[in-house]
């Protein structure tokens, strides 16, 4: 995947001028990013602000370790089954 040039929030700050009446092509052409690319922001960032996206970043790195969590109890439990039927 390809890295971007512009931090999330400096992307908002661009999204924020189209907001503020700019036009979207003279926003694209100063920022020198595509059409496309504009609209893909829009579509994933529209509306939010800078501390929204850090508390929806915090959000998916807590849900990331709950289903990391969850994983390895389903393995354990998995584990313990096998263990369980071996036996008897």
């Known amino acids: ?41 829009k579509s994933k960032y529209s509306g939010m602000d800078v501390n929204q996206l850090k508390r929806v970043k915090e959000l998916e790195a807590e849900l990331a370790q709950y289903k990391k969590i969850v994983a390895e109890q389903t393995l354990h439990i998995t584990v313990l089954k096998d263990i369980v039927e071996k036996k008897l």
Request: hydrophobic share 30%; glycine share 8%; charged share 30%.
């Open 1 to 41: 995947m390809k890295k971007t040039k512009f931090t999330e929030s400096q992307i908002i700050g661009i999204l924020k001028e189209q907001e503020h009446g700019k036009k979207m092509i003279d926003i694209c052409r100063e920022h020198g990013i595509s059409q496309a690319t504009f609209y893909q922001w």
